[in-house]
């Protein structure tokens, strides 16, 4: 369960609002990223008691972060620790999110040595004991609500009579153009006609992550690692830049570029094998 | 398969219900979303489970569990825990499922609003599968044991439910724990039992809900959900003695 305010307790509690710790609080930054099967939280916090951090390192404390949104989720984190993957199968982010840390005495624990709690506890601090499983400090809580990340603000549809090809991929100064002869071969009128351009959408694709792949002031040899990259300014890299970097992919090779298509565009192939699919069966 | 998913302003309609049973929901636009979902497969199975005997009952949520695991759990969870997923996949493809196996739903649009457009809460008999079907595929690999875990989750639905209902319990290991913990001491008939020997305790205590009820009072300062069994274990034969007779019980901790 996640705190939003401060419910009472008979002994002092590390938070970000209450007193009882002089010290300072337990501070909580959470950056989500996602492909297309995962989401991943990247977690930075703080826990500003030398009391608190000590118990930590011999495991007499456990730190949990906590996943709240249909469910709860628990995970128990190591020191080292920094980020939690969980299937999409397992979470929905498209309604509201919290995520919160918290730290649960592993064995009863006596504040004698506690010197970071406020004057008041500090007079009794040799007759405060905290039994097994007590919570010790919560942090913050982090809310998310949706993600953010959409693949087709990429592309743009046009029509184009006078076109010495049925279809032609264009890369834009901010879009991936595709350009068709005519309006059927959009398949127009038809069910599911945008799902059934989702080929088109994957030779956009490869087309622009090609040229990204080979650009030399990325990387060499037809391979970049993003982590060192600039933001582009070609507006279209940046944006490209900007999809991989969300959906967790470090690096482009000519030679990978099909696995980088399935992490960032959203299940475009099977999409549109489903709409194929339903089209037979309804016998059209 | 597609699936077009309805617009708001469905439920507790009662041109709807009349659409739905002359058939004549899908080619009406106004009442769905431009949105269109997807899914691989979409295997019948029952969905509600009210008013037949404890056999039935059992049988046909153990059909539900098999066939929700096996089918409909790969999906991105915003698909399988949304409430307009559910019901425009029922209204859609599962008319003449529905019409053949809940008859009483021609009945009335309360039967209807009942059994085919109910809220996706814990009293919704989809909800309890889907989310006991995850937590126990989660956590067990081998078929007959899952199979075995299904039956305690029916045999224990009043426990079930009332863990999946509070936001503080509804965590796949805690629910599992508990219901393991109340398989192997074999506690189930206990835990149901009707408290007559205390008159404080408000309408219709139970043994089993008395228990929670100790773990939500006591919730953070022991941290429940987070223990791992056998510290769960302890607890809650503490909190059960409040209740009854422990030692009279013969079980071994």
């Given at each position: 369960m996640i705190y939003k305010k401060?419910?009472?307790?008979?002994?002092?509690?590390?938070?970000?609002?209450?007193?009882?710790?002089?010290?300072?609080?337990?501070?909580?930054?959470?950056?989500?990223?996602?492909?297309?099967?995962?989401?991943?939280?990247?977690?930075?916090?703080?826990?500003?008691?030398?009391?608190?951090?000590?118990?930590?390192?011999?495991?007499?404390?456990?730190?949990?972060?906590?996943?709240?949104?249909?469910?709860?989720?628990?995970?128990?984190?190591?020191?080292?620790?920094?980020?939690i993957e969980i299937a999409k199968s397992r979470l929905s982010i498209n309604t509201r999110t919290s995520i919160q840390m918290s730290i649960q005495a592993t064995t009863d624990i006596s504040f004698r040595d506690n010197e970071d709690i406020n004057d008041f506890y500090r007079e009794f601090k040799d007759d405060i004991i905290v039994p097994k499983h007590a919570l010790l400090g919560f942090s913050n809580t982090v809310i998310f609500e949706g993600s953010s990340t959409k693949?087709?603000?990429?592309?743009?549809?046009?029509?184009?009579?006078?076109l010495k090809s049925d279809i032609k991929v264009e890369l834009g100064s901010e879009t991936i153009v595709i350009h068709y002869k005519n309006e059927d071969l959009q398949f127009a009128g038809m069910p599911m006609s945008g799902t059934l351009n989702n080929p088109y959408i994957y030779m956009g694709l490869q087309k622009a992550l090609h040229r990204f792949a080979t650009?030399?002031?990325?990387?060499?040899?037809?391979?970049?690692?993003?982590?060192?990259?600039?933001?582009?300014?070609?507006?279209?890299?940046?944006?490209?830049?900007?999809?991989?970097?969300?959906?967790m992919v470090y690096e482009l090779d000519v030679d990978s570029l099909d696995e980088v298509i399935y992490k960032i565009s959203d299940r475009v192939i099977e999409k549109y094998a489903t709409a194929v699919k339903g089209l037979e069966a309804s016998g059209d | 398969m597609e699936i077009k998913l309805l617009s708001k302003g469905y439920k507790k309609n009662e041109q709807f219900y009349q659409d739905f049973l002359n058939d004549t929901i899908e080619s009406n636009d106004d009442y769905f979303t431009d949105e269109t979902v997807y899914i691989k497969e979409a295997p019948d199975f029952p969905i509600y489970m009210a008013k037949r005997s404890e056999d039935d009952r059992k049988q046909l949520f153990l059909e539900a569990f098999e066939t929700v695991g096996n089918h409909y759990l790969d999906s991105n969870r915003e698909l399988h825990f949304d409430e307009q997923f559910w019901h425009s996949l029922l209204v859609l493809k599962k008319r003449n499922f529905l019409l053949r196996e809940y008859p009483e739903i021609k009945e009335s649009i309360s039967n209807f609003n009942n059994i085919v457009l109910k809220s996706f809460d814990w009293e919704n008999y989809i909800y309890k599968t889907v989310i006991g079907a995850e937590y126990i595929t989660d956590l067990v690999e081998d078929e007959a044991t899952r199979k075995h875990y299904y039956e305690v989750i029916v045999d224990n639905l009043d426990l079930f439910n009332y863990m999946i209902k509070y936001e503080v319990f509804r965590n796949k290991q805690f629910v599992?724990?508990?219901?393991?913990?109340?398989?192997e001491l074999g506690l189930s008939s206990l835990l149901k039992k009707k408290i007559t020997w205390r008159d404080d305790l408000g309408d219709d205590p139970r043994v089993g809900r008395q228990v929670l009820l100790e773990f939500n009072k006591s919730y953070p300062v022991v941290m429940s959900p987070m223990l791992e069994k056998d510290e769960l274990k302890e607890i809650f034969m503490e909190y059960l003695g409040y209740y009854v007779d422990v030692a009279e019980l013969g079980v071994l901790v």
């Amino acid at each position: 369960m996640i705190y939003k305010k401060d419910a009472n307790f008979p002994y002092p509690v590390l938070t970000n609002t209450s007193n009882s710790y002089e010290s300072g609080g337990f501070t909580l930054n959470v950056d989500l990223k996602e492909n297309t099967d995962t989401y991943r939280f990247d977690i930075e916090y703080e826990v500003e008691s030398a009391f608190l951090e000590q118990l930590l390192a011999r495991k007499q404390a456990q730190l949990f972060l906590i996943i709240q949104s249909k469910d709860n989720k628990f995970f128990r984190l190591q020191p080292d620790e920094r980020a939690i993957e969980i299937a999409k199968s397992r979470l929905s982010i498209n309604t509201r999110t919290s995520i919160q840390m918290s730290i649960q005495a592993t064995t009863d624990i006596s504040f004698r040595d506690n010197e970071d709690i406020n004057d008041f506890y500090r007079e009794f601090k040799d007759d405060i004991i905290v039994p097994k499983h007590a919570l010790l400090g919560f942090s913050n809580t982090v809310i998310f609500e949706g993600s953010s990340t959409k693949p087709f603000d990429l592309f743009e549809r046009k029509i184009d009579a006078t076109l010495k090809s049925d279809i032609k991929v264009e890369l834009g100064s901010e879009t991936i153009v595709i350009h068709y002869k005519n309006e059927d071969l959009q398949f127009a009128g038809m069910p599911m006609s945008g799902t059934l351009n989702n080929p088109y959408i994957y030779m956009g694709l490869q087309k622009a992550l090609h040229r990204f792949a080979t650009n030399p002031d990325y990387g060499d040899d037809g391979h970049v690692y993003l982590d060192d990259v600039e933001l582009p300014t070609d507006q279209l890299d940046a944006k490209l830049y900007r999809l991989m970097k969300a959906k967790m992919v470090y690096e482009l090779d000519v030679d990978s570029l099909d696995e980088v298509i399935y992490k960032i565009s959203d299940r475009v192939i099977e999409k549109y094998a489903t709409a194929v699919k339903g089209l037979e069966a309804s016998g059209d | 398969m597609e699936i077009k998913l309805l617009s708001k302003g469905y439920k507790k309609n009662e041109q709807f219900y009349q659409d739905f049973l002359n058939d004549t929901i899908e080619s009406n636009d106004d009442y769905f979303t431009d949105e269109t979902v997807y899914i691989k497969e979409a295997p019948d199975f029952p969905i509600y489970m009210a008013k037949r005997s404890e056999d039935d009952r059992k049988q046909l949520f153990l059909e539900a569990f098999e066939t929700v695991g096996n089918h409909y759990l790969d999906s991105n969870r915003e698909l399988h825990f949304d409430e307009q997923f559910w019901h425009s996949l029922l209204v859609l493809k599962k008319r003449n499922f529905l019409l053949r196996e809940y008859p009483e739903i021609k009945e009335s649009i309360s039967n209807f609003n009942n059994i085919v457009l109910k809220s996706f809460d814990w009293e919704n008999y989809i909800y309890k599968t889907v989310i006991g079907a995850e937590y126990i595929t989660d956590l067990v690999e081998d078929e007959a044991t899952r199979k075995h875990y299904y039956e305690v989750i029916v045999d224990n639905l009043d426990l079930f439910n009332y863990m999946i209902k509070y936001e503080v319990f509804r965590n796949k290991q805690f629910v599992f724990n508990i219901l393991s913990i109340v398989d192997e001491l074999g506690l189930s008939s206990l835990l149901k039992k009707k408290i007559t020997w205390r008159d404080d305790l408000g309408d219709d205590p139970r043994v089993g809900r008395q228990v929670l009820l100790e773990f939500n009072k006591s919730y953070p300062v022991v941290m429940s959900p987070m223990l791992e069994k056998d510290e769960l274990k302890e607890i809650f034969m503490e909190y059960l003695g409040y209740y009854v007779d422990v030692a009279e019980l013969g079980v071994l901790v």
